[in-house]
């Protein structure tokens, strides 16, 4: 087992680390021929910065962070933004499904711990993708509950509060260093994973347990693998 402790709850992000986040892709099929293929690669990049810079300020619904940010990137690119675009990006997100084996291992997992989601989703979109995972969770917070996206350090401040719980009493699970790694471990976050899906870099100073294979996540909590 890695963790010396039997945690209260496995905490986990969603979206890009049990949802499959294809927003890039849905995106190229929506703008289609309207989105060169010379800046596309640069559209998409840009895009996502901008996401990571929306949810750092004032709380806005996530309809408006995905416009924005489209908006925003448009402008970069020259490019021609349609409003009805960014809608038609952001209705197709509780469409997504999760990375193979993710299903197995969480029901795997939840046989050891509670499972809990925090989620930068909208309310009802988080219940709609919680739904996609075919898993037990005990609470699905979103950032229209907490008011706040992570990477804000008062989303992990709202988790422990909702659980009743201190950082050494959960283990966080997530895909992503930039939005959860970095701000659980300034929480005070010891016990934490992470899924490596090959879209952010390795930050092994953070001190999370590293696995490629969602499979080995039931073994960190001293589970024997299938």
């Known amino acids: 087992m890695a963790f010396d402790i039997k945690p209260k709850f496995a905490t986990f992000d969603m979206n890009g680390t049990l949802i499959k986040f294809s927003i890039n ?8 021929d309207r989105l ?5 690669d640069e559209y998409l990049r840009i895009c996502k910065a901008y996401r990571i810079d929306e ?5 806005q619904p996530f309809h408006q962070v995905v416009a924005r940010s489209m908006e925003r990137a448009s402008r970069k690119v020259g490019l021609e933004y349609r409003e009805d675009e ?3 990006v952001y209705e197709r997100i509780p469409t997504w499904g999760p990375y193979p084996g ?7 997992l939840a046989e050891e711990v509670p499972l809990v989601i925090i989620t930068n989703s909208d309310t009802a979109h988080a219940v709609r993708l919680a739904e996609n995972l ?3 969770f005990e609470v699905v917070i979103s950032a229209e509950e907490m008011g706040v996206y992570k990477p804000r350090l008062s989303a992990f ?23 959860d790694h970095r701000s659980a471990t300034v929480m005070g976050i010891e016990n934490k994973v992470y899924v490596d899906r090959g879209f952010e870099h390795d930050e092994h100073w953070l001190g999370y347990e590293r696995i490629t294979d969602i499979a080995d996540l039931p073994v960190l909590f001293g589970l024997p693998r299938p």
């Open 25 to 32: 892709d849905t995106m190229r099929e929506i703008l289609g």
């Open 36 to 40: 060169p293929a010379e800046v596309a």
């Open 134 to 136: 075919k898993a037990p």
């Open 55 to 59: 949810c750092t300020g004032a709380y």
């Open 86 to 88: 960014a809608r038609a």
């Open 157 to 179: 401040e709202y988790m422990f509060d909702k659980l009743g719980v201190t950082p050494d009493e959960i283990v966080h699970v997530s895909a992503s260093p930039m939005y």
């Open 102 to 108: 993710v299903t197995e291992a969480l029901n795997r």
